[in-house]
């Protein structure tokens, strides 16, 4: 799935959604493409090549993790984003490095489940219809008894003869279940009320101590526990329509092997998942006190899953020798060169990313397939208005982004959030009574809605 795209298709696959940043989109596109490469070789010296880890080197809001996104989701890698400062040193308080590793093949998990689940439907759905069939017309006397929709249509044909009369009795379900059948298939039913059961799993203790830095002991806890935790049932009465989503997913996720999907998930992880570890600079030490000592145990804590180890997960043991890392920072204080040498050396592909300007924020407003422009667009045209932006606008927005950034915090491209926010604030409130049909958003109206706030320093700090 999109593993085989060369360089050059990934970049322009990823132009349609990043602006700039050129080199950065270089290096993933070639590491991605070399594990590709990896995939066609055989097994002695393709366990041989590592992949070759990127360290993307840039302010905060200019792209980094947008790209490792978008990449990962062009073709089909499990992702997951860290930040390097959550983690603690082992044996502190706090999340342990390897949680990263976990939660990056429950991710793949999700990924495999979703594929097999879309795989089935056609099946579940068949058997979520039979079942409406059977809640409609329940089986036996008793089960006719509860008051079912079905019985609106047919309880006059109900008769004492076809309770003694078993065979009679099978023969007339067979009709009703037959004419019922019908019926949904028309569409007819979809408002009728209907009871039905939902199963809740309830979380493992596995799930329980994620997060507690006590994982690893729930690998045996899970085993010791989890048969005093039975799922819930829980019964609820729902449109027939709501009804078959609900067993049509009960159904599908019957239909899939759990076990072959974490299996899957190991190997979809092993493979092709890419971890992106944020704000790297901030674990780094100049060794001058016992903060930046514990800070220097993050690295080396990280070190060993960079390089290749097996970390134990409640879907089986997984290796990460394969996996693409992807560490970034701003490093306005702490250089590369500050990281302890062995994790330099697992990250040697530098990429810097440039600080975005006013005509990238431009960019950045109307070109992505998902601009902010035109999400709210999107959003507007729902309650009829057709809301346009002048080119002068847009760049009236660029520049009002690029100065807040400058005069407050550079958060880059997540001023555009901001500012868009406030801009389009009564209107996205007024708009249902709105009768107008166009509305045209002039540089004029940008400075009506923004100019006091952006003179104003300290109410820009709080408000974009
Ligand atoms: N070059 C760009 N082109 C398009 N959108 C961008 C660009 N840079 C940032 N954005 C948008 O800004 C937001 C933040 O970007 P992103 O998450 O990539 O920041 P980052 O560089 O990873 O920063 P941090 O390290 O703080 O997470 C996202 O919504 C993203 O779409």
């Given at each position: 799935m999109g593993i085989d795209y060369t360089p050059k298709q990934i970049v322009s696959q990823l132009d349609k959604y990043v602006i700039g940043q050129k080199s950065a989109k270089r290096a993933v596109a070639v590491a991605l493409r070399n594990r590709y490469r990896r995939m066609q070789l055989d097994d002695a010296i393709k366990e041989e090549i590592m992949p070759k880890n990127i360290l993307m080197i840039g302010?905060?809001?200019?792209g980094k993790t947008e790209i490792a996104r978008r990449l990962a989701k062009l073709v089909g890698a499990p992702f997951v984003k860290v930040e390097a400062t959550k983690f603690t040193e082992v044996g502190y308080v706090g999340r342990d490095v390897e949680s990263m590793v976990r939660d990056l093949v429950e991710m793949a998990v999700r990924m495999i489940k979703e594929e097999k689940m879309h795989e089935v439907m056609d099946e579940a759905q068949r058997k979520a219809n039979k079942k409406l069939v059977s809640l409609l017309v329940p089986q036996t006397k008793k089960q006719a008894g509860?008051?079912?929709?079905?019985e609106m249509f047919?309880?006059?044909?109900?008769?004492d003869q076809a309770e003694n009369d078993a065979s009679d009795k099978d023969e007339d379900i067979k009709n009703k279940r037959r004419q019922v059948e019908h019926k949904l298939a028309l569409g007819e039913l979809e408002d009728q009320m209907i009871t039905v059961e939902i199963e809740e799993v309830p979380p493992s203790m596995f799930d329980m101590l994620?997060?507690?830095?006590m994982e690893h002991m729930g690998m045996n806890m899970q085993d010791a526990f989890g048969q005093f935790m039975p799922s819930k049932k829980k019964k609820r009465r729902l449109p027939v329509e709501e009804a078959r989503k609900v067993l049509t997913h009960q159904e599908a996720q019957k239909l899939v092997d759990m076990e072959e999907v974490a299996q899957i998930a190991i190997e979809r992880a092993e493979q092709a998942g890419i971890i992106f570890i944020d704000?790297?600079?901030?674990?780094?030490?100049?060794?001058?006190?016992m903060a930046n000592v514990s800070r220097e145990g993050v690295q080396r804590d990280i070190l060993p899953i960079v390089e290749g180890s097996t970390v134990v997960t409640k879907h089986g043991p997984v290796k990460t020798d394969h996996m693409l890392f992807i560490a970034a920072g701003?490093?306005?204080?702490?250089?590369?060169?500050?990281?302890i040498p062995e994790l330099q050396g697992r990250f040697p592909i530098r990429v810097e990313l440039e600080k975005l300007s006013t005509e990238d924020f431009r960019l950045i407003l109307t070109e992505p397939s998902n601009a902010l422009i035109k999400q709210y667009q999107a959003l507007l045209k729902t309650e009829g208005i057709d809301v346009v932006f002048t080119d002068e606008a847009i760049d009236r927005l660029a520049e009002i982004a690029f100065q807040v950034n400058q005069d407050t915090d550079n958060i880059g491209a997540r001023r555009l959030h901001t500012i868009m926010e406030k801009l389009l604030e009564d209107l996205s409130f007024e708009s249902p009574e709105i009768t107008m049909e166009k509305i045209e958003i002039t540089p004029n109206y940008v400075d009506q809605k923004l100019k006091s706030i952006v003179q104003n320093k300290d109410l820009s700090q709080f408000i974009l």
């Amino acid at each position: 799935m999109g593993i085989d795209y060369t360089p050059k298709q990934i970049v322009s696959q990823l132009d349609k959604y990043v602006i700039g940043q050129k080199s950065a989109k270089r290096a993933v596109a070639v590491a991605l493409r070399n594990r590709y490469r990896r995939m066609q070789l055989d097994d002695a010296i393709k366990e041989e090549i590592m992949p070759k880890n990127i360290l993307m080197i840039g302010p905060t809001g200019v792209g980094k993790t947008e790209i490792a996104r978008r990449l990962a989701k062009l073709v089909g890698a499990p992702f997951v984003k860290v930040e390097a400062t959550k983690f603690t040193e082992v044996g502190y308080v706090g999340r342990d490095v390897e949680s990263m590793v976990r939660d990056l093949v429950e991710m793949a998990v999700r990924m495999i489940k979703e594929e097999k689940m879309h795989e089935v439907m056609d099946e579940a759905q068949r058997k979520a219809n039979k079942k409406l069939v059977s809640l409609l017309v329940p089986q036996t006397k008793k089960q006719a008894g509860i008051k079912n929709p079905f019985e609106m249509f047919f309880s006059n044909q109900e008769s004492d003869q076809a309770e003694n009369d078993a065979s009679d009795k099978d023969e007339d379900i067979k009709n009703k279940r037959r004419q019922v059948e019908h019926k949904l298939a028309l569409g007819e039913l979809e408002d009728q009320m209907i009871t039905v059961e939902i199963e809740e799993v309830p979380p493992s203790m596995f799930d329980m101590l994620q997060g507690s830095g006590m994982e690893h002991m729930g690998m045996n806890m899970q085993d010791a526990f989890g048969q005093f935790m039975p799922s819930k049932k829980k019964k609820r009465r729902l449109p027939v329509e709501e009804a078959r989503k609900v067993l049509t997913h009960q159904e599908a996720q019957k239909l899939v092997d759990m076990e072959e999907v974490a299996q899957i998930a190991i190997e979809r992880a092993e493979q092709a998942g890419i971890i992106f570890i944020d704000e790297i600079d901030k674990v780094v030490s100049k060794g001058e006190n016992m903060a930046n000592v514990s800070r220097e145990g993050v690295q080396r804590d990280i070190l060993p899953i960079v390089e290749g180890s097996t970390v134990v997960t409640k879907h089986g043991p997984v290796k990460t020798d394969h996996m693409l890392f992807i560490a970034a920072g701003a490093f306005h204080i702490a250089k590369p060169s500050n990281l302890i040498p062995e994790l330099q050396g697992r990250f040697p592909i530098r990429v810097e990313l440039e600080k975005l300007s006013t005509e990238d924020f431009r960019l950045i407003l109307t070109e992505p397939s998902n601009a902010l422009i035109k999400q709210y667009q999107a959003l507007l045209k729902t309650e009829g208005i057709d809301v346009v932006f002048t080119d002068e606008a847009i760049d009236r927005l660029a520049e009002i982004a690029f100065q807040v950034n400058q005069d407050t915090d550079n958060i880059g491209a997540r001023r555009l959030h901001t500012i868009m926010e406030k801009l389009l604030e009564d209107l996205s409130f007024e708009s249902p009574e709105i009768t107008m049909e166009k509305i045209e958003i002039t540089p004029n109206y940008v400075d009506q809605k923004l100019k006091s706030i952006v003179q104003n320093k300290d109410l820009s700090q709080f408000i974009l």
